[in-house]
């Protein structure tokens, strides 16, 4: 796994040990920024369920300003602190070890918007419904902003939420990402 494009292109990132962490494949990221924007002037981007990191520290590489990192496994906190110094985003970056709910309503008090959310919580879960719902209750997402989903096949996703069109979706095996945009 690797950043394949911007000022961190080429860095490889470490893995998560174990089987817990399901990264998003580099065939797959590389598709998903083409459609999202392959690069990006300024803004914020939050990396739920973030794992390794991939996604947020490829925003970030590809020109988001700052990136929060979200999980609530210490062995991937310690993994997306390594893949922050590798890319050396240290400075554009924060990762909390914290339950997503709880993340969530924390982001909230702070007052974060976000232009780009990465959602892509355990499959053997079901997440997404009540996660995007307190996304959208608690105004996370900008105006115009990016709310990527990342499930399996089989997980039936709603067309639109209140608020949120469905622009994409994108199918690569048993993988799929759906991405909605925020309505003005």
Known sequence: MRIIA?????????????????PTVDRVKETLFNVIGPYFDEGWALDLFAGTGGLGLEALSRGIAHAVFIDQSRTSIETIKENIQLTHFEKQSEWYRQDARAAIKFLAKRAVKFNLIF????????????????????????????????????????????????????????TQLTIFTKEK
């Open 6 to 22: 911007g000022s961190a292109k080429g860095t490889k990132l470490k893995m998560v040990p174990g089987k817990h962490v399901r």
């Open 119 to 174: 959602l892509d919580p355990p499959y053997h879960e079901n997440w997404l419904e009540p996660i995007v719902y307190q996304i959208l209750q608690l105004d996370l997402l900008e105006d115009r902003g990016v709310l990527v989903l990342e499930h399996p096949t089989r997980v039936k996703i709603p067309e639109s939420w209140s608020g949120l069109s469905s622009d994409r979706i994108l199918t690569f095996g048993d």
